[in-house]
């Protein structure tokens, strides 16, 4: 492991994502994300997802187009991502969906044609965070295979809810494969095996294996249940324009829906009650020997709270190695040592 301070991590992203090809204000964008989700402990989103979108842009020979509003009227959008990544177009779908909200108390916004979307709870915490209780649902490529199934059918399928609330939100946020897209990919970039029932081979065999894994499909989460809520975040996704199978890493769908709770109630007083109901939760009583009940959103935020306290992130050397080359900093220290 190499342990990082957090600027140099920010740093090291925000560089490789420039030479990549983003602008100044994307690069920034992405690398807040996915520094976010180091902080957060869900490092398989974070500077390793930075190799994946490098990667992505390198096998693409095409440019990625402008993000374009296609469709509008006054409380709803669907943007086309012009093929970029979907943190960029994430932020600029929420920003358009909270516009509309603040003015007409909801707001239904889609995107398609875009990719890695990455944390929906890094969206509904800002949007909580204005006010704005939401649902965010993502459908994607066919990499999960419907309960009792070994082929792929639907997305990884993040689906996310968010409320708020002080002193922080609440937020659950879950994906409805039994294991995520990028958790794969870096147990495959680092050599190591997946759990047992989470993924199929391409002849549909049990596999611990992530390679095989990626050329066959994942397992699904929560067995008919989980597969049925897997198909429902599939149809809202498509809903945006997005394909049902689309060929690679491409045309994921994000559906968003907010709205401001003061429509229906007092959104100062509802605030207040999601706080004591939330309360009201993680006091209830364990059962013996657990630890203490939890809301979601609760280990984020503690997570998120020490890491900044630390300010430095543990990562995997070879990740580490990898961002510093496509940083540039391996040209720039070869070239001093050969100076």
Known sequence: MSTLPLSEARALVTAAMTRAGHNAADAEIVADHLIDCELRGLSFGGLARALSVVERIRATPARPGPIRIIAETAVSATLDGGDQVGYVVGVRALELAMQKARAHGLSVVGARNTWFTGMFSYY???????????????????????????????????????????PTPVIWDIGTAAVMYGDVMLKARLGAGLKPDQAYDADGAPTLDPTAALNGAFGVWGGHKGSGLAMVVQLLG???????????????????????????????DYRRRVGAFADSVRATRPVEGGSAVRVPFDRSAACREETLRRGTIDVPEAVAAALRREAGLAEIEEGTVRG
């Open 124 to 166: 509904l915490e800002q949007a909580a965070q204005a006010g704005f209780a939401g649902m965010i649902a993502g459908s994607g490529p066919a990499v999960a295979a419907p309960h009792g199934g070994t082929e792929g059918r639907f997305g990884t399928n993040p689906i996310a809810f968010g409320f708020p609330s002080t």
């Open 238 to 268: 498509m809903m945006t324009g997005a394909a049902a199978a689309p060929p690679g890493i491409s045309d994921v769908g994000l559906f968003i829906v907010l709205v401001d709770p003061a429509v229906l109630t007092d959104a100062a």
